[in-house]
């Protein structure tokens, strides 16, 4: 059932089997992979259906190091989490790209400290395929041979940097219509909203935690006692809760050699690069890295992706390519239309709400062809985690008396040289392949606004480098664990989605089993 926790009186309490604070993609995936499991389930959101603003306000922190923009606009306190926040568009719904983590991610690296997890990728290929099915994208297939088509080809690139790769487009619907009414209408679950979780309170020790202390959007507060917890609030709220459950240990829970918080992530978009074509087939030639439906009626779209010997030899992180044809500028010195997209997407908006969508398509109607003057590229990046990129606790409280957080955020010297290598290599590339000129724009910083926020739970099976184990569970207390990008070691390149889905389910089969 769902229900509404301004009804709570204060001092209730609500049991459970299992309980789950957040109901974005991570918490949703979770309980609906549960649904059929005996287990009596509460799923805590602190929003509603719909965007509150007085929600939404609880995620105001400060943010210190390099520039990085509000982080209201895609912390969602919403049912769906950020899901209410995408920014692609498929057939007048709103969408997402899917793609999951290359294999290379997930290894050690000489050149990446504190990188790998503790398993290779083989080990979510088929949560990957169940997060498919899931979210309704068609076949776990990412081979770009696999989707090409008459008019639509993979470049030949006869280099040793790049290939072609694709991402999966999937819609909001999952995760903000279908599996909260599945949720809603289950007699083993109750999907609790306007619930915000204040702190976890454990035994003396922190070995187990015995309840989770919530607040209605009113401010009567309740308990919810359960057999487990799993906190499924994204990266920043996850160690934000661990940080203010400080009853058993002042340091937090989990915290006992100080990750909780370290090592946040992001995916820099760097738009530094313009191609300006040299063949006159480039519309065509190009129409793979548009996105397109397939046969099938999955939408993909082409990307220009590093190759891994590649990534080894010249000390790269992984990163992403995708082609924007943009329109020459107008008489009057006005940006053309594709330009002005571009331009847009790489700007903050002022909400959640107001985040841009669209700007694909442009391969659908020939009349483009001689109004798109070049293609900008647009470089997806992977940060390696860094100790002091970290979420901390301030004193500044919200108005239920959670303590904010601050965001400790740097675009490092030796990430930009590592950027401006990656530069040289792709120019060199793309103007060996014969595809025309690259114009740089020398130095420029990439843009840190892709919300993809990852780290801060760090997933190791030594508690001295990390806060949760394999099974996502916290190191030193037996019942809780964590859900979410916020266990990513390494991110990669890719849209966190997808992996965040399948580490759900993944987790789901192991909160089957009793203990």
Same mark, same amino acid.
């Given at each position: ?22 109901? &974005?993609?991570?918490? @949703?995936? =979770?309980?609906?992979? +549960? %649904?059929?499991? /005996? $287990? ?110 008459? &008019?639509?080809?993979? @470049?030949? =690139?006869?280099?040793? +940097? %790049?290939?072609? /790769? $694709? ?349």
């Amino acid at each position: 059932m769902e229900a509404d926790a301004r009804r709570q009186r204060p001092g209730d309490t609500i049991e459970a089997d299992l309980c789950i604070v957040g109901a &974005g993609p991570a918490g @949703l995936s =979770l309980a609906h992979a +549960l %649904l059929g499991s /005996g $287990l009596q389930l509460v799923v805590l959101e602190s929003g509603g259906r719909d965007f509150d603003r007085v929600a939404q306000a609880l995620n105001e922190a400060q943010v210190v190091g390099s520039a990085y923009g509000d982080l209201l606009q895609t912390r969602q306190r919403q049912v769906g989490g950020t899901a209410n926040a995408w920014n692609s568009e498929v057939d007048g719904e709103v969408a997402a790209k899917f793609v999951p983590l290359d294999p290379i991610d997930f290894v050690e690296r000489a050149d990446v400290p504190l990188g790998g997890w503790p398993f290779g990728r083989e080990e979510l290929d088929r949560w990957y395929e169940q997060a498919h099915a899931l979210c309704g994208i068609g076949p776990f297939d990412y081979r770009a041979d696999a989707w090409r088509s008459e &008019g639509r080809e993979p @470049l030949r =690139l006869d280099g040793t +940097l %790049l290939t072609t /790769g $694709l991402y999966r487009f999937g819609t909001d619907a999952p995760f903000v219509q279908r599996i909260p009414a599945a949720l809603a209408a289950a007699p083993n679950v109750t999907l609790l909203t306007r619930a915000t979780v204040l702190e976890l309170v454990a035994g003396a020790d922190g070995g187990r935690v015995v309840a989770a202390r919530v607040a209605g959007s009113g401010g009567a507060q309740f308990e919810v006692r359960a057999s487990r917890f799993v906190l499924a609030a994204g990266a920043i709220e996850n160690a934000r809760l661990l940080l203010a459950s400080s009853g058993a240990d002042p340091q937090g829970l989990g915290n006992r050699y100080g990750w909780v918080g370290r090592c946040f992530m992001e995916h820099p978009r760097d738009f530094s690069m313009r191609l300006v074509p040299a063949r006159g087939d480039w519309f065509d030639a190009l129409r793979f890295y548009d996105q397109h439906r397939t046969a099938d009626g999955s939408t993909i779209l082409g990307r220009l992706a590093l190759r891994e010997d590649a990534m080894r030899e010249h000390a790269l992180l992984n990163a992403s390519v995708t082609l924007l044809p943009a329109g020459a500028p107008r008489p009057d010195g006005a940006p053309g239309w594709r330009e002005r997209v571009v331009r847009w997407l790489g700007r903050a908006a002022t909400s959640a709400q107001a985040y841009p969508r669209g700007g694909a398509g442009w391969s659908a109607d020939p009349r483009r062809r001689d109004a798109l003057a070049f293609v900008r590229l647009l470089v997806n990046l992977e940060q390696a985690p860094h100790p002091e990129n970290r979420i901390v606790l301030i004193d500044g409280r919200d108005r239920l008396g959670v303590r904010r957080v601050q965001v400790r955020w740097q675009w490092r010297p030796d990430e930009q040289d590592r950027l401006e290598r990656l530069r040289g290599l792709l120019a060199k590339e793309l103007e060996g392949a014969g595809l025309g000129r690259i114009e740089r724009d020398a130095q420029a910083v990439p843009d840190p606004r892709a919300h993809h926020h990852a780290g801060t739970t760090r997933m190791h099976d030594d508690p001295r480098f990390g806060v949760v184990d394999r099974d996502c569970r916290v190191h030193g207390t037996a019942n809780l664990f964590v859900s979410g990008a916020s266990v990513f070691p390494t991110a990669g390149f890719a849209n966190p989605t997808l992996t965040i889905v399948a580490l759900a389910l993944r987790l789901a089969q192991r909160l089957r089993s009793p203990g």
